[in-house]
């Protein structure tokens, strides 16, 4: 599928389907969509008035026309035209794409009014929004090709010249997608080492470096909470370290980190049944949305240095399978009180943040799956942020904002640190059940010395149980959008 900016003028546009945004309370037909409505003999005032359309955001309206340049035209709401989002303006161009692939159409004309009077913002909403609705997974289908007539292209009317716009449009989506097939993939495709080597893919294809640490490395380094967690399972854990630096002198440097852990057992705490066990392989969203955004960066070349980082394994049970009560001592010689096995994440996480403060970097943010507790709190859509920097926490809402991508700062009440106090050791991994994503995010902080820190818990938003504006039910690949424009900011 190609997508174009095109000068041709609304009236004179030919193809197989015709899009058009529409206002609230700009329903009624005037200047050249008055005209377009003369050229097809009155369909689209009729059309508005037999489905009593009131444009009301993303809601869709279609239908044949005949005697002209297009054989089909579908009409977008946008909502009122105050305060115009972007993220309106994307899910309105996968609304018509959803649309418009089910009428069969393989040349599409999309014509939206201006965001903020802004063609490249605009372009590159509606790139994104129409190829994030047309992903598609169906790897593990026995016929893993997709029947029937496809989307060949999309002109992106009055966009004439946005080029770049579209281009970046597509880095991005393609680091998304990325996202969405790490998770979405079971544990027996993605393990540590396809993990690796995934990575390792991604910095031979664009010429940037990358390091993975092997078992006796991490011994090396003294990694024993990530080590502890990884030594029940018979695959090997993999540290995974991608870095991107421009060219010249960085303005600044960053280090993301995504949680990794390619399957959940729980450990000896095993899930039970109703826990959701099944659903464990996406228990390395993080790094999923590590590597899409580490894809994403590497072609968009920005002039900020960023480090990509995960502790990828298993957290499985064996005879070797560590134990309720055992001790761990991280990296920056902190010992842990493991209390519950299935509070793996955290662990591996620990040492992460440790490796990444060593880096000299200016900023460091985690992303992880991190509890159950995070969703009670906010739901599936919105991801918690934890962060004792206003600055950080204020990029990381802008950057959130434009994407479209849901988070809401939470409080790191220093009190509930208590509930993490151990008899024997430093700290335990896991306290009371109030407050439980309080206290994991208190638990992190704990390996960051003095860098600007925020973790995000995206256990909700990884996932989709339904279709919900441009994600199909499934991986979402939450958070590449929002971690590439906080990069793009800096």
């Not at 579209?166 to 393609?174: G, L, M």
């Not at 004792?388 to 990029?395: E, K, R, S, V, Y």
């Not at 206290?439 to 995000?456: C, G, I, M, N, R």
Request: proline fraction near 3%.
């Amino acid at each position: 599928m190609k997508i174009q900016p095109s000068n041709t003028p609304l009236l004179e546009w030919a193809g197989d389907t015709l899009a058009i945004g529409l206002f609230e309370d700009a329903v009624e037909l005037t200047g050249e969509l008055a005209k377009l409505n003369e050229q097809l003999a009155g369909v689209l005032k009729e059309l508005i008035a037999e489905e009593e359309f009131t444009a009301k955001a993303y809601s869709t309206i279609f239908s044949r026309v005949s005697g002209g340049s297009i054989r089909k035209v579908i009409l977008v709401g946008l909502g009122k035209a105050e305060g115009l989002k972007l993220e309106t303006v994307r899910r309105a161009a996968a609304a018509v794409a959803r649309v418009a692939k089910k009428q069969k159409s393989k040349s599409l004309g999309v014509s939206f009014p201006l965001w903020n009077n802004d063609q490249g913002a605009t372009a590159q909403a509606i790139a994104e929004g129409t190829q994030l609705a047309l992903y598609k997974d169906i790897r593990f289908k026995s016929e893993p090709e997709e029947k029937g007539v496809k989307i060949e292209t999309i002109d992106l009317l009055g966009l004439s010249g946005q080029e770049a716009a579209i281009t970046r449009a597509n880095q991005i989506v393609s680091g998304v997608n990325l996202a969405r097939e790490l998770v979405a993939a079971p544990a027996n495709e993605v393990t540590p080492i396809t993990l690796a080597e995934t990575a390792q893919a991604i910095a031979t294809e664009h010429g940037i470096e990358v390091k993975i640490l092997e078992r006796e490395d991490c011994e090396k380094l003294g990694m024993g909470a990530f080590l502890g967690v990884a030594q029940a399972s018979e695959l090997p854990p993999k540290f995974i370290h991608i870095t991107y630096k421009p060219q010249g002198t960085p303005k600044r440097k960053l280090a993301i980190i995504g949680k990794g852990l390619t399957f959940d057992s729980g450990g000896l705490n095993i899930k039970g049944a109703g826990s959701g066990i099944e659903t464990m392989k996406m228990d390395m969203g993080g790094a999923g949305t590590t590597l899409g955004a580490a894809k994403a960066i590497a072609q968009i070349k920005p002039d900020v240095e960023v480090h990509f980082i995960s502790a990828a394994t298993e957290n499985m049970i064996s005879g070797h399978a560590m134990h309720p009560g055992d001790i761990l001592k991280a990296s920056n010689g902190k010992t842990i009180e493991v209390n519950n096995t299935d509070a793996e994440g955290r662990l591996t996480l620990a040492d992460a943040l440790v490796y990444a403060d060593k880096l000299g970097v200016d900023a460091i943010v985690d992303l992880a799956t991190l509890t159950g507790a995070c969703i009670i709190a906010l739901g599936d859509d919105i991801a918690g942020l934890f962060t004792p920097d206003d600055a950080l926490a204020a990029q990381l809402e802008e950057a959130a904002e434009t994407a479209g991508e849901k988070l809401w700062r939470m409080p790191m009440e220093e009190k509930y640190f208590e509930g993490l106090k151990s008899g024997i050791a430093d700290m335990k991994n896991t306290g009371p059940r109030a407050g439980g994503s309080i206290t994991a995010s208190l638990f992190l902080k704990q390996f960051v010395k003095d860098t600007p820190w925020a973790h995000l818990d995206v256990a909700g938003p990884v996932w989709a149980d339904k279709e919900n504006g441009y994600n199909s039910a499934g991986a979402t690949g939450y958070g590449v959008r929002t971690l590439v424009n906080w990069v793009l900011a800096q």
